[in-house]
């Protein structure tokens, strides 16, 4: 079975923190997506990646930035939170083609007091 | 910009009731679309669905998909309280590399 791992289930920073979001998948995926979900917005992409070292911009990429050093991992970099980005935060990875579902994490809920 | 839009945005009924949830969709170069299923933690995968009027069926769920029109259907029968979940819908495109989520259904079946 495949399974992703996002490092924190519950997670709370203070404005101005930069925080890290880790997520690691164990099958070898090559994409992984990082998306946030707020209440009445569905899953809005925020990075994705196709390869170590490769990464994209999504549909709300501002104030994130994104790591992929190994293709099991890829990490999200709040860069100096505010409490706008206070989210659910999920990961998900999939294998390449637009024809493979994504296998998601359990989510990191974030609170930025 | 792609767009996909779920409904109803959210949905009670009672066991046993037969549910209908509506994913209409206007993407370029369209490859799939995906249903998910999300109750307290990860979303989990459902259907994918890529050719016109074939329908993909899982117990007691079944989906289809209309490429003319640009929707598809997600269909429960005999609901159960374990259905209550929040229902995603993604379209996929082919040239921008990602998917697009709707804002979900959330279905609240009452015992």
């Known amino acids: 079975d495949v399974k992703v791992t996002q490092s924190s289930r519950y997670l709370v920073k203070r404005t101005g923190e930069k925080v890290f979001l880790e997520c690691v998948q164990d099958m070898d995926h090559e994409n992984m997506f990082w998306y946030r979900q707020d209440p009445g917005l569905g899953l809005r992409l925020i990075y994705f990646s196709y390869d170590v070292k490769m990464k994209e911009k999504g549909d709300i990429p501002e104030g994130y930035s994104v790591s992929r050093e190994k293709k099991e991992r890829f990490s999200l970099i709040l860069e100096s939170a505010s409490t706008n980005q206070t989210s659910m935060y999920l990961c998900a990875s999939s294998f390449p083609l637009g024809n493979q579902p994504q296998h998601f994490g359990d989510g990191t809920r974030l609170s930025i007091l | 910009e792609d767009k996909v839009v779920q409904s109803p945005l959210s949905l009670v009924v009672h066991e046993g009731d037969t549910v209908t949830l509506n994913c209409s969709y206007e993407?370029?170069?369209?490859?799939?679309l995906l249903w998910y299923k999300q109750e307290k933690k990860a979303p989990t995968f459902l259907f994918m669905l890529t050719s016109s009027g074939i329908e993909k069926k899982s117990g007691r769920l079944s989906s289809i998909l209309d490429k003319k029109e640009l929707f598809s259907i997600l269909n429960i029968t005999a609901t159960q309280t374990g259905d209550s979940a929040i229902y995603l819908c993604?379209?996929?495109?082919?040239?921008?590399?990602?998917?697009?989520f709707g804002d979900g259904t959330t279905l609240t079946v009452k015992p």
């Open positions: 993407v370029t170069n369209f490859r799939s």
């Open positions: 993604a379209v996929y495109n082919t040239n921008a590399g990602k998917s697009t």
